[in-house]
T-cell receptor
Framework: EAEVAQSPRYKITEKSQAVAFWCDPISGHATLYWYRQILGQGPELLVQFQDESVVDDSQLPKDRFSAERLKGVDSTLKIQPAELGDSAMYLC?????????????FGQGTRLTVV | GDSVTQMEGPVTLSEEAFLTINCTYTATGYPSLFWYVQYPGEGLQLLLKATKADDKGSNKGFEATYRKETTSFHLEKGSVQVSDSAVYFCALRRIQGAQKLVFGQGTRLTINP
């Protein structure tokens, strides 16, 4: 069964360091999402791509976060410098399109701990 | 802006008990509504969905009905099992704009044998 792949599963980094997460969506899925899930809360959208273009990054802290999907397939989310408050689960999801009825499939996430 | 509010957790029930997890939403227009489930150590999985008023989504014994008049989408199951222990998220996806998923805060459910 096709699935969204994320790596690493776990990451511990010191504050002020740089950290990067990788996501490979399901083949053929044009829409890719990065969500942040703080412990005890629901996921919140950081950035949404349609192919290689950003369609929503209104909640992305652009002073320290960046995301790219250069060839419209896999994607990288980067944080530089990391802060203690960035500790969270980072979830990647993909869907065939952005139609409201299209199912979004989630990866297992990367759990980031900033110390 | 759009928002989803779920009942506070955690919820603890005995096996075979009846389950209700309340969910209400605020959104412009008529969004699609979803329930996602997150088992320990795993990502979110779609449990069920409803795309218009009075639609009933169902899967694995779980049901939820899209109630426009009360802006609600409560999750129910008649007889829960230990394997249903997980965190449940209610979410909406609106028609306009980028159509992102907006999630509630999640409800942790524990079923005791």
């Amino acid at each position: 069964e096709a699935e969204v792949a994320q790596s690493p599963r776990y990451k511990i980094t010191e504050k002020s360091q740089a950290v990067a997460f990788w996501c490979d969506p399901i083949s053929g899925h044009a829409t890719l999402y990065w969500y942040r899930q703080i412990l005890g809360q629901g996921p919140e959208l950081l950035v949404q791509f349609q192919d290689e273009s950003v369609v929503d990054d209104s909640q992305l802290p652009k002073d320290r976060f960046s995301a790219e999907r250069l060839k419209g397939v896999d994607s990288t989310l980067k944080i530089q410098p990391a802060e203690l408050g960035d500790s969270a689960m980072y979830l990647c999801a993909s869907s065939l399109g952005w139609d409201q009825n299209t199912e979004a499939f989630f990866g297992q996430g990367t759990r980031l701990t900033v110390v | 802006g759009d928002s989803v509010t779920q009942m506070e957790g955690p919820v603890t029930l005995s096996e075979e008990a009846f389950l209700t997890i309340n969910c209400t939403y605020t959104a412009t227009g008529y969004p699609s509504l979803f329930w996602y489930v997150q088992y320990p150590g795993e990502g979110l999985q779609l449990l069920l969905k409803a795309t218009k008023a009075d639609d009933k989504g169902s899967n694995k014994g779980f049901e939820a009905t899209y109630r426009k008049e009360t802006t609600s989408f409560h999750l129910e199951k008649g007889s829960v099992q230990v394997s249903d222990s997980a965190v449940y998220f209610c979410a909406l996806r609106r028609i306009q704009g980028a159509q992102k998923l907006v999630f509630g805060q999640g409800t942790r459910l524990t079923i005791n044998p």
